[in-house]
């Protein structure tokens, strides 16, 4: 059984900064992509950023601009996932989830509030 968990969301005024974790456990054989997904009340789930096993970063474009501003990581070595998010803005307000694809298959994790007040 394979379990994504999550961590280190909250609530934070806007210009602050949190940094989400997300551990994989279980019978892994092996994690390919990592990536951290957000949705908001009445939106869709929408991919924030990814990062593959070598490093390489990707942000989304449709992430209204996050680039700058959060940075995706992980540590192969304890199976976990980072984002760090800095300057927050209230529109960053949302649910984030962690993505892995661990032994070919995609994993969820159940997701992190993050609130950011004006």
């Known amino acids: 059984q394979v379990q994504l968990v999550e961590s280190g969301g909250g609530l934070v005024q806007a210009g602050g900064s949190l940094r989400l974790s997300c551990v994989a456990s279980?019978?892994?054989?092996?994690?390919?992509?990592m990536a951290w997904y957000r949705q908001a009340p009445g939106n869709q789930r929408d991919l924030v950023a990814s990062i593959s096993t070598d490093g390489s970063a990707n942000y989304a474009d449709s992430a209204d601009s996050v680039k700058g501003r959060f940075t995706i990581s992980r540590d192969n070595a304890i199976n976990t996932v980072y984002l760090q998010m800095n300057s927050l803005k209230p529109e960053d307000t949302a649910v984030y989830y962690c993505?892995?694809?661990?032994?070919?298959?995609?994993?969820w994790g159940q997701g992190t509030q993050v609130t950011v007040s004006s």
């Open positions: 279980g019978i892994i054989r092996s994690i390919n992509v």
């Open positions: 993505y892995a694809r661990i032994n070919y298959v995609g994993h």
